[in-house]
Structure formats: C-alpha cells, structure tokens
T-cell receptor, first 116, second 113 residues
Framework: AQTVTQSQPEMSVQEAETVTLSCTYD???????LFWYKQPPSRQMILVIR??????QNATENRFSVNFQKAAKSFSLKISDSQLGDAAMYFC?????????????FGSGTKLNVKP | EPEVTQTPSHQVTQMGQEVILRCVPI?????FYWYRQILGQKVEFLVS????????KSEIFDDQFSVERPDGSNFTLKIRSTKLEDSAMYFC???????????FGSGTRLTVV
C-alpha cells in the first residue's frame, strides 16, 4: 500500500535562512509522481513543485528545490532564502502511474514557521 | 491565472440534511476530483471523475455521496444525509492531464451540527 510519511509535524526557520522538510513514501511502483503542496492559513492548496520518478534530475522552482532519492524513497523540500510568506503547512503527495487517474496520497503535513 | 472556484466557502448544516458543494473547474481541464480534510488530519481522496463518470472512489465515498457534472462547467458533490463526522474541508481539484499536479479550489468548509 502507498503511504507518505512526514516525520516533522512542525519546523521553524529564521527569515532568509534555508530549511529542509522531509518526506518518505512507500510504493512498489517504479514510475510515479511526487509533489509538494503549500497550505497557508486560508487553507487553499497551492502546488509548489513536482517531480517525475523517472527523472534523475532534482526539480527546482525558484527558491524551492527537492532532493529526490529514489532508492531510499525520500523526497525532501528545500526552501532557500525563507520569507515570511512561506509560513504554511506543507504537504508531500504521491501519485501512482498515469493509468491510475492521479489518486493522490498525502502526508500528514509539516507546519513551517518563519521567524522575522 | 485560471482558478478552480468553489462555493460556498463555508456551509453549516443540520445533521441529516442534504448538502451540495459546488465547484467550477478550469475550463479546459478534463479530470476532476474531490478530496476532504478533517481538521488536523490528512487530505483524503474521495473520488475522481472523467468523461462523465466516476473513474475511482475511496471507501469513504459511500452511498451517501454522489458527484455530478450537470452542465459541462459545474462539478458538484452531494451528501444526501449529513453526519457529524462529515464536518471537514472539502477540496475540488481539476487537471488537464494525468501527468501533472492538480489545481485545487480554495475549499468549502462544511460544518454539520
């Protein structure tokens, strides 16, 4: 069964510093997709970054980058130059292969606090 | 930037009443989903919908739930007889294809009293 684990319920970072949120997942599939979503206090879910499992290169989006370790089934999110607006819940999500209509499995989330 | 729109943002209903949660997906998207998030818990998959039919549903999505795309633009989730444990944030999402992330709506907070 697919499970997604976020072992850090809450983290804090100083503004302008770098923070890494961890995520591990369990699957028997070889091809899949991984995502990080941000949920601010408004509770909207905002896509931060995605990674295809068949790509070895780690995805990056501006200040956000991932460290994807397929063998270890690890998918961590690094936020560089943290800003106050980055404060939110962050959810890691796994999606099975294309033929399975993108049923997402979410982790339990990490609450990120950004200190001025 | 295109948005997925959900209405209402907050709905309070009496236990046993029927509720309809409404969503307007992005116009060129073909795949539609409902998820829910009970306060303090994980976001959970409810149902996926494609080509005017359910493609997959979870064990949560029992006979009390139904989905419909009545007019080619709206996508609705109906709960026939609400229970206290249905209180949650309900997210609609849509995607253009199956190889990208969803665009989520801003959610409907359902409170059953």
């Amino acid at each position: 069964a697919q499970t997604v684990t976020q072992s850090q319920p809450e983290m804090s970072v100083q503004e302008a510093e770098t923070v890494t949120l961890s995520c591990t997942y369990d699957t028997s599939e070889s091809d899949y997709y991984l995502f990080w979503y941000k949920q601010p206090p408004s509770r909207q879910m905002i896509l931060v970054i995605r990674q295809e499992a068949y790509k070895q290169q780690n995805a990056t989006e501006n200040r956000f980058s991932v460290n994807f370790q397929k063998a270890a089934k690890s998918f961590s999110l690094k936020i560089s130059d943290s800003q106050l607006g980055d404060a939110a819940m962050y959810f890691c999500a796994y999606s099975p292969p294309l033929y399975n209509f993108n049923k997402f499995y979410f982790g339990s989330g990490t609450k990120l606090n950004v200190k001025p | 930037e295109p948005e997925v729109t959900q209405t209402p943002s907050h709905q309070v209903t009496q236990m046993g009443q029927e509720v309809i949660l409404r969503c307007v997906p992005i116009s060129n998207h073909l795949y539609f989903y409902w998820y829910r998030q009970i306060l303090g818990q994980k976001v959970e998959f409810l149902v996926s919908f494609y080509n005017n039919e359910i493609s997959e549903k979870s064990e949560i999505f029992d006979d009390q739930f139904s989905v419909e795309r009545p007019d080619g633009s709206n996508f609705t989730l109906k709960i026939r007889s609400t229970k206290l444990e249905d209180s949650a944030m309900y997210f609609c999402a849509s995607s253009e294809s199956t190889d990208y992330g969803y665009t989520f709506g801003s959610g409907t907070r359902l409170t059953v009293v």
